[in-house]
């Protein structure tokens, strides 16, 4: 029930600042006399929708990692873990030049990790309690080092706009579809009708789905970044022991939420076919520890210097 309120709260919000936009822009209609289309109008008004609903998301996406996770903020450590945990997001995060990001365990038998926030000076960093009682030490420092990683490469702004770019195009063909069907396949040029409507719904569904494979791609693109980064601020070898641990866990159930699984260190699955491939939000773990493996950086932690070294 609680989703299906932000779910509605989300989108009332895109459509009120949406609106705002396009009134003060004084953007039209996108239709013509005769049911044409005004190209440079549909275009304004998919970007508007488009890149809105990505930022809204983005702004809001701590408050919604939190209370969709259960995350529970550490402010003021009770136990010397919690104590721990906290010094080493600190200085992980001086390390990587950011900010102190929150810090937040989430209850889980899983384990897993997750950052987001919407610039790399204002993030969250949690850890589920599952990941705190299996791995060592060692582990969970490469684990925050992954997800600061994260944060600080700007994952979480880039993958926003990319979705708010693919989103745009999405609905500009979409629209740019139906009307065809609408004109010239049912003959109506007395503006907009069911079939423009149906045709657009349904393109909308096809086009996202391949559209989602560019998202899905950065995705996995950005694992790998964020692996390279565990392994320079916590060590190579310690960023592998915490992949191994990770695959040895495949068969724990995936709990973390849909909407939060990008956000993850692992979705808790093996991959399976091509096709599940190219709609998988991270790479298989074998792949990632293999791409650790071939790089040339230390096992051991660096003392100090950048977060990507000398390249």
């Known amino acids: 029930m609680f989703r299906i309120f932000l779910f509605l709260l989300t989108n009332l919000a895109v459509l009120l600042v949406a609106g705002i936009i396009l009134s003060v822009f004084g953007v039209g209609s996108t239709h013509t006399v005769g049911n044409g289309l005004n190209l440079s109008n549909l275009l304004v008004f998919c970007f508007v929708f488009g890149m809105t609903g990505s930022i809204i998301s983005l702004l809001m996406s701590k408050w919604l990692a939190k209370r969709g996770t259960?995350?529970?903020?550490?402010?003021?450590?009770?136990?010397?873990?919690?104590?721990?945990?906290?010094?080493?997001?600190?200085?992980?995060s001086q390390k990587a030049g950011i900010k102190m990001p929150e810090v937040g365990i989430f209850p889980s038998y899983q384990s897993n990790a997750f950052a987001t926030g919407w610039n790399k000076n204002a993030a969250l960093v949690a850890v589920s309690s599952g990941l705190l009682d299996r791995m060592s030490r060692d582990e969970v420092r490469a684990v925050l080092g992954h997800e600061i990683g994260h944060v600080a490469n700007g994952d979480m702004v880039t993958l926003a706009l990319i979705q708010g770019v693919v989103n745009t195009f999405v609905m500009f063909f979409s629209r740019i579809i139906g009307n065809f069907v609408d004109r010239v396949i049912f003959k109506n040029e007395d503006g907009p009708g069911i079939a423009y409507f149906v045709t657009s719904l349904i393109a909308d569904l096809v086009l996202g789905i391949l559209a989602s494979t560019i998202v899905l791609w950065f995705s996995r693109r950005r694992e790998f970044r964020a692996d390279e980064a565990g392994a320079r601020l916590a060590g190579k070898q310690s960023m592998i022991n915490a992949l191994r641990r990770l695959q040895a866990e495949h068969d724990v159930p995936d709990q973390m939420p849909a909407e939060m699984t990008a956000l993850a260190i692992t979705t808790g699955r093996r991959e399976g076919f091509s096709l599940d491939k190219l709609f998988a939000s991270h790479p298989a773990i074998e792949v990632r520890i293999a791409a650790l493996e071939a790089l040339q950086i230390p096992n051991d932690v660096p003392a100090n210097g950048s977060l990507w070294g000398n390249r």
Request: hydrophobic share 45%; aromatic share 4%.
């Open 70 to 92: 259960g995350t529970e903020l550490i402010v003021n450590p009770r136990t010397a873990e919690e104590r721990w945990l906290v010094e080493t997001v600190a200085e992980l």
